[in-house]
Protein backbone atom coordinates (compact mmCIF):
# COMPACT_ATOMS: atom_id res chain seq x y z
CA UNK A 1 0.00 0.00 0.00
CA UNK A 2 1.24 3.44 -0.74
CA UNK A 3 -1.11 6.15 1.31
CA UNK A 4 -1.15 9.65 0.39
CA UNK A 5 -3.55 11.49 1.44
CA UNK A 6 -2.21 12.23 5.05
CA UNK A 7 -4.04 15.74 4.73
CA UNK A 8 -6.97 14.12 4.90
CA UNK A 9 -5.91 11.79 8.28
CA UNK A 10 -2.66 9.73 9.40
CA UNK A 11 -1.82 6.39 10.24
CA UNK A 12 -1.45 6.60 14.14
CA UNK A 13 2.06 5.67 15.41
CA UNK A 14 1.98 2.65 17.50
CA UNK A 15 3.05 4.86 20.44
CA UNK A 16 0.24 7.29 20.40
CA UNK A 17 -1.88 3.90 20.38
CA UNK A 18 0.12 2.40 23.22
CA UNK A 19 0.00 5.99 25.69
CA UNK A 20 -4.12 6.13 25.02
CA UNK A 21 -4.71 1.88 25.92
CA UNK A 22 -2.55 2.81 29.05
CA UNK A 23 -4.07 6.28 30.06
CA UNK A 24 -7.40 4.45 29.43
CA UNK A 25 -7.32 1.37 31.43
CA UNK A 26 -5.14 2.70 34.36
CA UNK A 27 -6.21 6.07 34.43
CA UNK A 28 -9.88 6.34 33.77
CA UNK A 29 -10.66 7.89 37.26
CA UNK A 30 -12.55 11.32 36.81
CA UNK A 31 -9.93 13.99 37.00
CA UNK A 32 -12.18 16.25 39.10
CA UNK A 33 -13.08 13.43 41.56
CA UNK A 34 -11.26 14.11 44.93
CA UNK A 35 -10.18 10.81 45.74
CA UNK A 36 -6.84 9.34 45.03
CA UNK A 37 -7.79 8.07 41.78
CA UNK A 38 -8.91 11.10 40.46
CA UNK A 39 -5.93 12.86 41.86
CA UNK A 40 -4.15 10.70 40.35
CA UNK A 41 -6.18 11.64 36.61
CA UNK A 42 -6.04 14.84 37.35
CA UNK A 43 -1.85 14.79 37.39
CA UNK A 44 -1.23 13.77 34.51
CA UNK A 45 -3.66 15.48 32.69
CA UNK A 46 -1.41 18.47 34.12
CA UNK A 47 1.86 16.91 33.20
CA UNK A 48 0.52 16.39 29.79
CA UNK A 49 -0.77 20.37 29.25
CA UNK A 50 3.13 21.03 30.35
CA UNK A 51 4.27 18.93 28.32
CA UNK A 52 2.71 20.32 24.76
CA UNK A 53 2.84 24.08 26.46
CA UNK A 54 7.05 22.86 26.55
CA UNK A 55 7.03 21.73 23.07
CA UNK A 56 5.60 24.76 21.74
CA UNK A 57 7.02 27.28 23.65
CA UNK A 58 4.15 28.53 25.65
CA UNK A 59 2.65 28.34 29.04
CA UNK A 60 0.34 25.23 30.46
CA UNK A 61 -2.32 27.39 31.00
CA UNK A 62 -2.68 28.83 27.69
CA UNK A 63 -3.71 24.66 26.29
CA UNK A 64 -6.76 23.77 26.09
CA UNK A 65 -7.80 20.17 24.76
CA UNK A 66 -10.46 19.59 21.80
CA UNK A 67 -11.81 16.75 19.97
CA UNK A 68 -9.85 18.45 16.68
CA UNK A 69 -9.56 20.86 14.46
CA UNK A 70 -13.63 21.80 13.90
CA UNK A 71 -13.77 22.51 17.04
CA UNK A 72 -11.23 24.17 17.54
CA UNK A 73 -11.96 26.49 14.98
CA UNK A 74 -15.00 27.24 16.05
CA UNK A 75 -14.54 27.89 19.44
CA UNK A 76 -12.03 30.52 18.47
CA UNK A 77 -14.67 32.30 16.05
CA UNK A 78 -17.68 31.99 17.86
CA UNK A 79 -15.78 32.71 21.29
CA UNK A 80 -14.48 35.92 20.49
CA UNK A 81 -17.10 36.71 18.21
CA UNK A 82 -19.89 36.43 21.28
CA UNK A 83 -17.52 37.32 23.76
CA UNK A 84 -16.92 40.74 22.42
CA UNK A 85 -19.22 41.26 19.96
CA UNK A 86 -20.55 44.42 22.19
CA UNK A 87 -17.08 46.00 20.94
CA UNK A 88 -17.71 45.11 17.28
CA UNK A 89 -19.18 42.72 14.61
CA UNK A 90 -16.49 42.57 11.61
CA UNK A 91 -14.51 39.86 11.32
CA UNK A 92 -11.57 39.21 8.49
CA UNK A 93 -11.24 35.59 6.96
CA UNK A 94 -10.05 34.51 3.37
CA UNK A 95 -11.92 33.02 0.33
CA UNK A 96 -9.58 30.20 0.47
CA UNK A 97 -10.33 28.67 3.72
CA UNK A 98 -11.36 25.56 5.36
CA UNK A 99 -15.10 24.83 5.93
CA UNK A 100 -14.59 24.87 9.19
CA UNK A 101 -13.41 28.68 9.22
CA UNK A 102 -15.57 29.92 6.11
CA UNK A 103 -19.00 28.27 7.19
CA UNK A 104 -18.24 29.36 10.86
CA UNK A 105 -17.75 32.86 9.61
CA UNK A 106 -20.47 32.78 7.45
CA UNK A 107 -23.01 31.45 9.88
CA UNK A 108 -22.04 34.08 11.94
CA UNK A 109 -23.49 36.77 9.53
CA UNK A 110 -27.19 35.86 10.40
CA UNK A 111 -26.41 37.01 13.87
CA UNK A 112 -25.20 39.97 12.39
CA UNK A 113 -21.59 39.85 11.92
CA UNK A 114 -20.22 41.60 8.70
CA UNK A 115 -17.23 39.12 7.23
CA UNK A 116 -14.91 40.21 5.05
CA UNK A 117 -13.60 37.47 2.69
CA UNK A 118 -9.95 38.64 1.46
CA UNK A 119 -9.33 37.43 -2.40
CA UNK A 120 -6.45 35.48 -2.47
CA UNK A 121 -3.94 35.44 -5.57
CA UNK A 122 -2.97 32.42 -8.26
CA UNK A 123 -1.26 30.85 -5.16
CA UNK A 124 -3.87 31.32 -2.49
CA UNK A 125 -2.07 33.84 -0.51
CA UNK A 126 -3.23 37.33 1.12
CA UNK A 127 -0.86 40.05 1.64
CA UNK A 128 0.07 42.08 5.09
CA UNK A 129 -0.95 45.14 2.89
CA UNK A 130 -4.61 43.63 1.78
CA UNK A 131 -5.27 42.44 5.56
CA UNK A 132 -4.34 45.53 7.33
CA UNK A 133 -6.42 47.80 4.98
CA UNK A 134 -9.11 45.36 5.66
CA UNK A 135 -9.04 46.21 9.08
CA UNK A 136 -11.90 48.65 10.35
CA UNK A 137 -12.50 49.93 13.73
CA UNK A 138 -15.26 47.35 14.33
CA UNK A 139 -12.97 44.56 13.74
CA UNK A 140 -12.64 42.36 16.34
CA UNK A 141 -11.15 39.00 14.61
CA UNK A 142 -8.90 37.80 12.05
CA UNK A 143 -8.82 34.40 11.64
CA UNK A 144 -7.04 32.11 8.75
CA UNK A 145 -5.13 28.88 7.55
CA UNK A 146 -1.66 28.51 8.29
CA UNK A 147 -1.33 26.08 5.66
CA UNK A 148 -3.94 25.38 2.84
CA UNK A 149 -5.42 22.10 3.45
CA UNK A 150 -5.61 21.98 -0.18
CA UNK A 151 -2.66 23.47 -2.16
CA UNK A 152 -0.50 23.99 0.49
CA UNK A 153 -0.38 27.69 0.68
CA UNK A 154 1.74 29.10 3.43
CA UNK A 155 -0.24 32.43 4.38
CA UNK A 156 2.50 35.05 5.59
CA UNK A 157 1.51 34.65 9.28
CA UNK A 158 4.55 36.01 11.12
CA UNK A 159 4.16 38.75 8.95
CA UNK A 160 0.66 39.32 9.76
CA UNK A 161 0.69 38.79 13.28
CA UNK A 162 3.67 41.27 14.00
CA UNK A 163 1.69 44.03 11.63
CA UNK A 164 -1.25 43.40 14.19
CA UNK A 165 0.48 44.33 16.83
CA UNK A 166 -0.07 47.82 16.07
CA UNK A 167 -3.91 46.91 16.12
CA UNK A 168 -3.98 45.35 19.90
CA UNK A 169 -8.15 45.34 19.87
CA UNK A 170 -7.73 42.87 17.13
CA UNK A 171 -8.20 39.11 18.03
CA UNK A 172 -5.88 37.14 15.64
CA UNK A 173 -6.83 33.23 15.02
CA UNK A 174 -4.31 30.93 13.55
CA UNK A 175 -5.70 27.41 11.63
CA UNK A 176 -2.48 25.38 12.09
CA UNK A 177 -3.53 22.16 11.44
CA UNK A 178 -2.19 21.31 8.26
CA UNK A 179 1.23 23.43 9.60
CA UNK A 180 2.11 21.59 12.81
CA UNK A 181 5.63 19.63 12.42
CA UNK A 182 5.51 20.86 8.55
CA UNK A 183 6.26 24.56 8.93
CA UNK A 184 8.12 26.92 11.27
CA UNK A 185 5.71 27.76 14.59
CA UNK A 186 6.41 30.29 16.85
CA UNK A 187 3.07 31.11 19.09
CA UNK A 188 5.01 33.32 22.09
CA UNK A 189 5.35 36.92 20.89
CA UNK A 190 3.87 36.41 17.76
CA UNK A 191 0.53 38.37 17.73
CA UNK A 192 -1.19 35.27 17.36
CA UNK A 193 -3.93 34.70 20.44
CA UNK A 194 -5.45 31.05 19.35
CA UNK A 195 -3.85 28.64 17.50
CA UNK A 196 -5.76 25.15 16.07
CA UNK A 197 -4.33 21.84 16.31
CA UNK A 198 -5.39 18.46 15.24
CA UNK A 199 -4.31 15.06 16.31
CA UNK A 200 -5.37 12.79 13.82
CA UNK A 201 -2.95 14.91 10.89
CA UNK A 202 0.20 13.87 13.20
CA UNK A 203 -0.08 10.23 13.40
CA UNK A 204 -2.55 10.89 16.49
CA UNK A 205 -5.91 9.53 17.08
CA UNK A 206 -9.38 11.03 15.43
CA UNK A 207 -11.29 12.99 18.37
CA UNK A 208 -8.10 14.42 19.77
CA UNK A 209 -6.44 18.41 19.36
CA UNK A 210 -5.74 21.41 20.89
CA UNK A 211 -6.44 25.41 21.31
CA UNK A 212 -3.78 27.74 22.25
CA UNK A 213 -5.16 30.67 23.50
CA UNK A 214 -3.38 33.37 24.93
CA UNK A 215 -3.29 33.82 28.38
CA UNK A 216 -5.41 37.74 28.41
CA UNK A 217 -7.75 36.23 25.21
CA UNK A 218 -11.28 35.67 26.49
CA UNK A 219 -13.90 33.48 25.17
CA UNK A 220 -17.10 32.50 25.39
CA UNK A 221 -17.60 29.29 26.00
CA UNK A 222 -19.59 27.33 23.35
CA UNK A 223 -20.74 24.26 26.25
CA UNK A 224 -21.34 25.12 29.60
CA UNK A 225 -21.11 22.91 32.38
CA UNK A 226 -18.33 21.75 34.40
CA UNK A 227 -16.04 24.47 34.19
CA UNK A 228 -13.61 21.84 32.81
CA UNK A 229 -10.55 23.99 30.90
CA UNK A 230 -10.34 26.86 32.25
CA UNK A 231 -14.32 26.86 31.78
CA UNK A 232 -14.17 27.06 27.80
CA UNK A 233 -14.42 24.01 27.24
CA UNK A 234 -16.62 22.06 29.93
CA UNK A 235 -17.19 18.39 30.23
CA UNK A 236 -15.49 15.87 31.78
CA UNK A 237 -11.67 15.32 29.78
CA UNK A 238 -11.02 13.06 27.53
CA UNK A 239 -7.57 12.19 29.42
CA UNK A 240 -6.23 9.58 27.19
CA UNK A 241 -7.15 11.60 24.37
CA UNK A 242 -4.90 14.39 25.41
CA UNK A 243 -2.01 11.99 26.55
CA UNK A 244 -2.43 10.65 23.30
CA UNK A 245 -1.94 14.28 21.65
CA UNK A 246 1.04 15.25 23.15
CA UNK A 247 2.93 12.18 22.55
CA UNK A 248 2.10 12.84 18.66
CA UNK A 249 2.98 15.94 19.39
CA UNK A 250 6.05 15.37 20.69
CA UNK A 251 7.04 12.85 17.99
CA UNK A 252 6.32 14.92 15.02
CA UNK A 253 8.19 17.86 16.46
CA UNK A 254 10.92 15.66 16.66
CA UNK A 255 10.49 14.48 13.25
CA UNK A 256 10.38 17.55 11.85
CA UNK A 257 13.71 18.70 13.67
CA UNK A 258 15.31 16.56 12.43
CA UNK A 259 13.86 15.27 8.49
CA UNK A 260 12.12 18.04 7.45
CA UNK A 261 14.36 17.91 4.53
CA UNK A 262 12.97 14.64 3.54
CA UNK A 263 9.57 16.44 3.06
CA UNK A 264 11.12 18.80 0.76
CA UNK A 265 12.82 16.30 -1.41
CA UNK A 266 9.81 13.55 -1.73
CA UNK A 267 8.21 17.24 -3.38
CA UNK A 268 10.41 18.14 -5.38
CA UNK A 269 10.92 14.22 -6.94
CA UNK A 270 7.13 14.61 -7.45
CA UNK A 271 6.84 18.10 -9.10
CA UNK A 272 9.41 16.99 -10.90
CA UNK A 273 7.67 13.82 -11.92
CA UNK A 274 4.48 15.42 -12.53
CA UNK A 275 5.83 18.48 -14.84
CA UNK A 276 7.32 15.81 -17.29
CA UNK A 277 3.87 14.31 -18.10
CA UNK A 278 1.55 15.33 -20.35
CA UNK A 279 -1.83 17.58 -19.54
CA UNK A 280 -1.07 18.20 -16.03
CA UNK A 281 -1.23 21.48 -14.53
CA UNK A 282 0.68 21.58 -10.77
CA UNK A 283 -1.56 24.30 -8.76
CA UNK A 284 0.71 24.09 -5.66
CA UNK A 285 3.43 26.93 -5.62
CA UNK A 286 6.98 25.49 -5.00
CA UNK A 287 7.25 27.68 -2.37
CA UNK A 288 4.12 26.51 -0.68
CA UNK A 289 4.26 23.47 2.24
CA UNK A 290 6.41 20.42 1.79
CA UNK A 291 3.66 17.92 2.47
CA UNK A 292 1.08 18.81 -0.14
CA UNK A 293 0.97 18.99 -3.71
CA UNK A 294 -2.54 19.82 -5.72
CA UNK A 295 -2.68 19.28 -9.62
CA UNK A 296 -4.84 18.43 -12.19
CA UNK A 297 -4.94 15.71 -15.09
CA UNK A 298 -6.76 17.93 -18.11
CA UNK A 299 -9.82 16.25 -19.25
CA UNK A 300 -9.97 13.36 -16.94
CA UNK A 301 -12.86 13.15 -14.30
CA UNK A 302 -10.74 13.15 -10.89
CA UNK A 303 -12.75 10.06 -8.96
CA UNK A 304 -11.44 7.57 -12.25
CA UNK A 305 -7.72 8.51 -11.43
CA UNK A 306 -8.62 8.25 -7.71
CA UNK A 307 -10.46 4.77 -7.91
CA UNK A 308 -8.18 3.33 -10.57
CA UNK A 309 -4.90 4.41 -8.69
CA UNK A 310 -6.48 2.56 -5.68
CA UNK A 311 -7.01 -0.45 -7.53
CA UNK A 312 -3.20 -0.86 -7.46
CA UNK A 313 -3.48 0.05 -3.64
CA UNK A 314 -2.20 3.66 -4.11
CA UNK A 315 -4.63 6.17 -2.26
CA UNK A 316 -5.08 10.14 -3.19
CA UNK A 317 -7.08 12.36 -2.64
CA UNK A 318 -9.52 15.66 -4.27
CA UNK A 319 -9.44 18.75 -2.36
CA UNK A 320 -11.16 18.97 1.37
CA UNK A 321 -11.78 15.25 3.19
CA UNK A 322 -14.64 16.74 4.29
CA UNK A 323 -16.13 17.60 1.24
CA UNK A 324 -14.20 15.14 -0.92
CA UNK A 325 -17.33 13.51 -2.11
CA UNK A 326 -19.09 16.38 -3.44
CA UNK A 327 -17.46 15.36 -6.77
CA UNK A 328 -17.92 19.33 -7.66
CA UNK A 329 -15.43 22.39 -8.35
CA UNK A 330 -12.91 23.16 -5.15
CA UNK A 331 -13.64 26.04 -3.85
CA UNK A 332 -9.96 26.90 -3.24
CA UNK A 333 -9.08 26.24 -6.64
CA UNK A 334 -11.73 28.91 -8.02
CA UNK A 335 -10.20 31.67 -5.49
CA UNK A 336 -7.07 31.23 -6.73
CA UNK A 337 -8.73 32.01 -10.45
CA UNK A 338 -8.32 28.71 -11.60
CA UNK A 339 -10.82 27.78 -14.62
CA UNK A 340 -13.62 25.57 -13.69
CA UNK A 341 -12.28 22.92 -15.62
CA UNK A 342 -8.73 22.91 -13.44
CA UNK A 343 -11.12 23.36 -10.40
CA UNK A 344 -13.18 19.96 -10.81
CA UNK A 345 -10.24 17.94 -11.93
CA UNK A 346 -8.05 18.92 -8.81
CA UNK A 347 -6.44 15.94 -7.00
CA UNK A 348 -4.15 15.81 -3.74
CA UNK A 349 -1.05 14.03 -2.92
CA UNK A 350 0.11 14.83 0.22
CA UNK A 351 2.91 13.16 2.30
CA UNK A 352 4.19 11.91 5.65
CA UNK A 353 7.81 11.52 7.07
CA UNK A 354 7.40 7.88 6.52
CA UNK A 355 6.71 7.82 2.49
CA UNK A 356 9.34 7.68 0.64
CA UNK A 357 10.78 7.76 -2.88
CA UNK A 358 10.37 5.01 -4.13
CA UNK A 359 6.79 5.12 -3.25
CA UNK A 360 6.38 8.62 -5.16
CA UNK A 361 7.90 7.57 -8.22
CA UNK A 362 6.05 4.36 -8.11
CA UNK A 363 2.82 6.77 -8.09
CA UNK A 364 4.20 8.20 -10.96
CA UNK A 365 4.62 5.58 -12.79
CA UNK A 366 0.67 4.93 -12.18
CA UNK A 367 -0.54 7.88 -12.82
CA UNK A 368 0.92 7.73 -16.23
CA UNK A 369 -0.69 4.14 -16.91
CA UNK A 370 -3.86 5.22 -15.60
CA UNK A 371 -3.80 8.22 -17.81
CA UNK A 372 -2.60 6.47 -21.00
CA UNK A 373 -5.00 3.67 -19.94
CA UNK A 374 -8.15 6.34 -19.39
CA UNK A 375 -7.30 8.24 -23.14
CA UNK A 376 -6.88 4.94 -24.80
CA UNK A 377 -10.44 3.74 -23.35
CA UNK A 378 -12.06 7.22 -24.80
CA UNK A 379 -10.59 6.55 -28.22
Known sequence: ????????TTQPKEEVIQSF???????????????????????????????????????????????????????AIKGIALEHGQRGKHIITTEAEHPSIYDTCTSLENLGY???FLPVDENGLVSVKQVEEAIEPDTILITMMYVNNEIGAIQPIE??????????????????????????????????????FSGHKIHGLKGTGMLFVEKTTTLFPLMHGGNQEYGVRSGTENVAGAVS????????MEQYKQNIQHLTHLNEVLRKGLSELKDIVIHSSSNGAPHIINFSVLGVKPEVMIHTLSEKEIY????????????DESRILIAC???????????????????????VELF?????NAIKQYKEALG
Open 1 to 8: MIYLDNSA
Open 21 to 75: QLASSQFFANPSSIHPLGGRVEKLLRTAKQQAAETLGVRSEEIIFTSGGTEGNNT
Open 114 to 116: RIT
Open 159 to 196: AIGTMLKKHPKVFFHVDAVQALGKVPLKLTGSGIDLCT
Open 245 to 252: FVKALRLV
Open 316 to 327: ISTKSACSSKEL
Open 337 to 359: GKSREEAISGLRVSFSYDNTVAE
Open 364 to 368: LKELH
